[in-house]
């Protein structure tokens, strides 16, 4: 993808076990909470196995990850195309601040340019993370007209 000292590719069911540590990680140092690790661990290989749902993928450096994101596709009706939500987004902490977010959002970019299908990307970040809200206008993204609201359904 581009040149860098990391390498991106997609995720797969070898790297479920770092991907559910790097979420678990994400989860204590954004909400201060421990994730289901049974849950988090079938939430995460039936993603890389269903890949109509979306994917993962993964920066490293050698054989070691240092980072990672996931994209789930949400379909817009009003456009005819995909949106793809970037989320779960991790990169371990002695990697932070060498541009491995930068690579990760570049390859999402470049495989979303090959698709044909994607009309835009959409995050969601919490109100006090100004670091990854710089990051994010960094890269060229807005804050989006919308609120979010949630209801729990269970």
């Known amino acids: 993808m581009s040149e860098s000292r990391f390498t991106v590719r997609q995720g797969t069911l070898e790297d479920a076990e770092i991907i559910v540590e790097f979420n678990q990680a994400m989860a204590m140092e954004t909400e201060d909470k421990t994730l289901d690790n049974a849950i988090l661990t079938n939430g995460v290989t039936r993603l890389i196995s269903e890949p109509e749902r979306g994917f993962y993928l993964v920066a490293s450096e050698n054989d070691t990850i240092a980072g990672s994101l996931m994209i789930t596709k949400e379909w817009s009706d009003w456009r005819n195309q995909e949106f793809w939500w970037i989320q ?17 959002y570049q390859s999402v970019k470049e495989l979303a340019d090959q698709q044909n299908n994607v009309c835009g990307f959409r995050l969601y970040v919490e109100k006090e993370n100004r670091v990854a809200q710089t990051t994010y206008e960094n890269l060229g993204m807005e804050e989006s007209y919308y609120l979010m609201y949630e209801q729990a359904n269970h």
Request: aromatic share 18%; proline share 6%.
């Open 88 to 104: 779960s987004v991790y990169v371990a902490p002695e990697f932070r601040r060498q541009g491995v977010y930068r690579l990760l």
